[in-house]
Each structure stands twice: as structure tokens, then as C-alpha cells.
Nanobody, 125 residues
Framework: QVQLVESGGGLVQAGGSLRLSCAAS????????MGWFRQAPGKAREFVAA????????ASADSVKGRFTISRDNAKNTVNLEMNSLKPEDTAVYYC??????????????????WGQGTQVTVSS
């Protein structure tokens, strides 16, 4: 089992920044792909970013490319999402997830095995 706890969400004005963190505990953290997803009201959960176990490879959705940066610290068992130039359309609940059954950076939610409870990000216009 892997337990994930997100933090860092909140209310911010358009153009502002937030840093989300996800703390992992339980099974060994390092070999796994970590991802961030988000879900806006009435919409499906969507991929935001993912990072390889070494941190050497990362991928992000086109909608956040150039604005959001994913990083991880395996010594601290944390993965972070730095969000800059936030827009109202970034408003959603953000979830941290772990993929334990593969090394590829994938975008599909069903390929991630463990999820956090989510943290709300609200961007006002």
C-alpha cells in the first residue's frame, strides 16, 4: 500500500502561483512513476504532469506546458507541482497518483494505482 497526502492548494488570483506537494508513505517510493491529475466540476479527471522515478524524464499536458513544473525528491518521498501564470480554467481539485506497474510516463488514470485525497485549487479572474 502507498498513502499519498496532497497539500498546498488554495485561492489565488489569475497570473499568480501555487506550489502543490504530495507526501508518500508505505511501500518503497523511489521506483515508481508519479503523476498529477486534476478534476474540475462536471468534468472528467485529466492528466496534468508525470515524472519518472529518477526525475530525469517528465511529461505535461499541453494546457499547462511552460507554466507548470513537476519535480520529486526521493529522499523525502515527495513530488511537487510548481504552478505559475495560473488561469481561471486551472481551477480544479488536484490529485497526486502513483504508478507501480510500469516505468512509462502515461496519461491514463486507470494506469495509476494509488491516489491522494486531492487538494482544491481555485483561480479567480
Amino acid at each position: 500500500q502507498v498513502q499519498l497526502v496532497e497539500s498546498g492548494g488554495g485561492l489565488v488570483q489569475a497570473g499568480g502561483s501555487l506550489r502543490l506537494s504530495c507526501a508518500a508513505s508505505g511501500r518503497t517510493f523511489s521506483p515508481y512513476v508519479m503523476g498529477w491529475f486534476r478534476q474540475a466540476p462536471g468534468k472528467a479527471r485529466e492528466f496534468v504532469a508525470a515524472i519518472s522515478w529518477s526525475g530525469g524524464n517528465a511529461a505535461s499536458a499541453d494546457s499547462v506546458k511552460g507554466r507548470f513544473t513537476i519535480s520529486r525528491d526521493n529522499a523525502k518521498n515527495t513530488v511537487n507541482l510548481e504552478m505559475n501564470s495560473l488561469k481561471p480554467e486551472d481551477t480544479a481539485v488536484y490529485y497526486c497518483a502513483v504508478r507501480t506497474n510500469g516505468r512509462l510516463l502515461v496519461t491514463m488514470t486507470h494506469l495509476y494505482d494509488y491516489w491522494g485525497q486531492g487538494t482544491q485549487v481555485t483561480v479567480s479572474s
